[in-house]
Each structure stands twice: as structure tokens, then as C-alpha cells.
């Protein structure tokens, strides 16, 4: 479409002959996208027309006032946008901080055209720029306050979506069991916020028979969950853009959701994006048709078992357990060699560590702490960073990695402990062998005549 541009106005040659209709838009902004909508106040300081939609603010702006706001749907904060400029917008002062616009607009009656003058606030504007990059500064500080609080709360109680368990301690144990007991991976907690909102939402589209990928209607819950089942729909649509408002990555850079970053990633290398609404696993591919291992190499460097109390990461188990009891004075290989462990009952013990790390809890007595860090201060304050007792760890539960492809468990080996050195777990004990005091081949002239009788 070409463009004449005379000063500020702009006039386009093709009019615009259908009355103009804005689409329905989902708020996103952390402090006015939650459950409630704050009353969004009208532009202009003279106008008291307020509403709770976006779409139908802006309808009544362009209506009334010929103006136009220009990519309102990744505004940071509406109502703080609306209200800044209602102090200095007036009739009289639009043209001050608006380019002007003119259109051949369609008339009621169809067939004529005529010429109006619109008026497009836009960050252009250096002072719309700026107020949208603060709003966004702002939002985002918000929304790292509000992930921290949820993160460190210990209050959470919730029902789970699917069956009749209650949670409560922290919202971590609930996405968990959706995860591992349902099979419904929403994120991980860490990149989610709201979370009461947004379980809330989800749980409204199944008590309406509605499913969470597809988006279909069902007419009852069993042939829901059944469909849901079948076809593997138990995971969010990542079209659905009702869902970004509950993922931090979405906040992250003004005009920017997680589609935005997943096409940046893809198109840096061959990578695959594999999505989960508001949330990019991503995976990098190797040519079939290269002879190049270099990537190979490269993807190896990011393997190691991790610590189980820091982030550090080793390939070599014995500069693991050297690590263990250096930083932390947890002495994993002589624990484990005075236990007399087998295969299996390292497995268990590294899955049962992990676990109580996990929920934050001391791997001795179990105390369970709000931090990571409250934990390390009891353990070595303590003296806590030890083994418990057998019978703790030493359950079939713990068979289950905590963490999937936890590399430690590829590095365990049998101690190789012969069954004399330790007291018989498994196997058949038996009985003592009676050795018999009176027999009949005891009478040796009856041995003979079997020796007769047989030659």
C-alpha cells in the first residue's frame, strides 16, 4: 500500500471502505491480566467513558476521538499507560503527541467515500517510548517479586485437578504429582506465576468438559480424560495465548512472548523447540548427512552428575565424591563402602538424597526449611550431612529416579561385596543338615551282601 507523507499526516490511495473492527484481546499485563480487570479509563482528560475490555476502550476511542493507539496488546500495564496519558491528553493537545492519519472512510449509506483525519499514538513518540519501557521495568520487578513469593511459600493448599489429593507446603508438590501421577506437564514452577490464577483456569476447562490441547468439548468427564489419554492432549495448547500471562518468560522483553524467543533460537542453528505453553525445551539436532562429531563432543561437555548440594558437576564419579567431602564434608564413598551397599541399594540412596533435597528438607533428620540455603546452615551447623538410618532410605519408593536422567545413577558400581561380609537380605536360607546316628549301612555284613547282590 503506498504511503504520501506530508509533514505529520499520512494519506494512504486505498480507503478504507468496511467500518473498522478491533479483535478481542486477552490482558497480559502482570498487574492487570489476573482474574479481575481494573476499570481502564478513556485517553482524554474530558471523557469519563471507562471499561473493563481493552477492545472496547479502543473501539470507543477511535469512534469518538479518531484516535488510535498503536500495538496495544503487548502494553505492559494498561491501566498505568491510560491513566499517564489522561493527565496530559486533551482534544486540543492530541496533535502534540500523535501523528495524524488521513483516510477515505466508508459512509453509513456504502456508497460514498470521504476523507477523515485519524490520529496514531505510537513509541515513535520519545515520551511514549519511554513510559512504556518503565511500565515494562516496572512489570517485570513485579512479576520477580510475586515468583519469589510463591516460590518460597509454604502455605499453598490446592486440590489436585485430577484426583481427590490435597497439597499443601508448596506449589512445587502439586505441579510435581500433576507431572509424574498424570501425566500433565505444565512447566516448571520456578517460570510460572499466578499460580492459584492459573490453576484456577485450567480447572474451569475441564469442569467444562474442555480439552487443554485440542480444546474440544466433551459430553462427560470420563470421555474427556479418556480422549485426553489416548491422544496424549494432557498438556496446555501453546497456541493459546489465555495461557501467557501465567509464564515469567513472557515478561521478559517489552512486545516479546516465548514465540518470539523460540523463532530467535530456531533460526540460530538447527535446533528443535519442543513447546510447552510459555515454555521452550530446546534440542539440538545433528545432521544426518554430516560426518562431523564435533557436536557430539560439544553436547557431552554438558553432562556430569550434579552435586547433591551445589550446581557443580563432574563426569568422574571420584571427583564427585571428592567434591563432597572437600566442599561439604559429606563423605559419600567411605559412607557407602562401610554400609556394604549394592547396586540397588545406591540407587536408593542417591534417589532418597535427591528427594529430601528437592522439598528442602535435611537428608538426616528431615527437618523440611522455606530455602535451599536454611537447609545447608541446619546440615552443617548440625552435623546433619549424613546418612540416616537404613530403614529411612532404604524403601522401594526410591527405586524411581527423582530427577529423570540423573547421570549419577550411570556412575554407581557394585561394591562387589561377598555375601560373608554381610548379613543376608535376600535368598534362601537353609536348613541345617542333620547327620543321622543309627542306620541299617551302618551293619557291615549287610553292606556286603549289597556288594554280592549287585556284582
Known amino acids: 500500500m503506498n504511503t504520501v507523507v506530508t509533514g505529520n499526516d499520512f494519506k494512504t490511495d486505498s480507503p478504507i ?19 479481575l480487570h481494573p476499570e481502564l479509563p478513556c485517553i482524554l482528560k474530558s471523557c469519563m467513558f471507562s471499561s473493563r475490555k481493552i477492545d472496547e476502550l479502543n473501539s ?35 496533535p502534540e503527541y500523535c501523528y495524524g492519519i488521513k483516510a477515505l472512510v466508508g459512509t453509513e449509506e456504502g456508497s460514498k467515500t470521504e476523507e477523515k483525519l485519524f490520529y496514531m499514538l505510537s513509541d515513535s513518540l520519545p515520551e511514549d517510548k519511554d513510559l512504556r519501557l518503565r511500565l515494562q521495568k516496572q512489570v517485570l520487578e513485579d512479576i520477580i517479586r510475586q515468583v519469589e513469593i ?15 489429593t490435597v497439597f499443601t507446603g508448596n506449589r512445587a508438590i502439586l505441579f510435581e504429582h500433576l507431572r509424574t ?39 462427560s468427564r470420563e470421555v474427556l480424560l479418556e480422549h485426553m489419554r489416548k491422544k496424549g492432549h494432557k498438556h496446555l495448547n501453546p497456541d493459546n495465548h489465555e495461557y501467557d500471562q501465567f ?14 524467543f523460540k523463532d530467535e533460537i530456531s533460526i540460530r542453528g538447527n535446533y528443535t523447540c519442543h513447546e510447552t505453553a510459555g515454555e521452550i525445551r530446546i534440542v539440538r539436532e545433528m545432521d544426518s548427512e554430516s560426518e562431523d562429531w564435533s557436536d557430539w563432543e560439544e553436547a557431552e561437555q554438558d553432562l556430569g552428575a550434579v552435586c547433591f548440594f551445589c550446581n557443580s558437576k563432574s563426569t568422574d564419579i571420584n571427583k564427585f565424591e571428592s567434591h563432597l567431602k572437600v566442599d561439604h564434608n559429606f563423605d559419600f564413598h567411605a559412607d557407602r563402602k562401610k554400609l556394604n551397599l549394592d547396586f540397588y541399594q545406591q540407587v536408593k540412596l542417591v534417589n532418597y538424597i535427591r528427594r529430601q533435597m528437592h522439598q528442602r528438607r535435611c537428608i538426616y533428620c528431615s527437618k523440611e526449611f522455606k530455602t535451599k540455603l536454611q537447609v545447608d546452615m541446619h546440615m552443617d551447623s548440625d552435623d546433619h550431612r549424613r546418612i540416616p538410618a537404613e530403614s529411612i532410605w532404604d524403601q522401594t519408593e526410591y527405586f524411581f529416579p527423582t530427577y529423570e536422567d540423573d547421570f549419577l545413577l550411570q556412575l554407581l558400581e557394585d561394591n562387589d561385596v561377598k555375601t ?5 537380605r535376600f535368598g534362601v536360607i537353609p536348613e541345617d543338615v542333620i547327620v543321622p546316628t543309627s542306620s541299617v549301612l551302618l551293619d557291615e555284613s549287610f553292606r556286603r551282601e549289597l556288594e554280592i547282590s549287585g556284582t
Open 420 to 424: 560373608s561380609d554381610r548379613s543376608p
Open 17 to 35: 471502505l468496511e467500518p473498522l473492527t478491533f479483535k478481542s484481546l486477552t490482558l497480559n499485563s502482570g498487574r492487570t491480566s489476573r482474574c
Open 150 to 164: 510463591e516460590r518460597t511459600d509454604s502455605i499453598f493448599t490446592r486440590r489436585c485437578l485430577f484426583c481427590n
Open 247 to 260: 509464564y515469567v518468560i513472557n515478561y521478559a522483553e517489552l512486545g516479546k512472548t516465548w514465540h518470539d
Open 60 to 94: 470507543h476511542i477511535m469512534v469518538n476521538h479518531r484516535l488510535l493507539v498503536a500495538d496495544v496488546k503487548v502494553i505492559p500495564d494498561f491501566l498505568g499507560y491510560f491513566q499517564y496519558w489522561k493527565e496530559k491528553m486533551t482534544e486540543e493537545t492530541i
Open 181 to 219: 501421577k498424570h501425566n500433565l506437564f505444565l512447566g516448571n514452577p520456578d517460570n510460572i506465576v499466578y499460580s492459584y490464577e492459573f490453576l484456577d483456569l485450567i480447572e474451569e476447562k475441564l469442569k467444562r468438559l474442555l480439552c487443554l490441547y485440542c480444546e474440544n468439548v466433551f459430553k
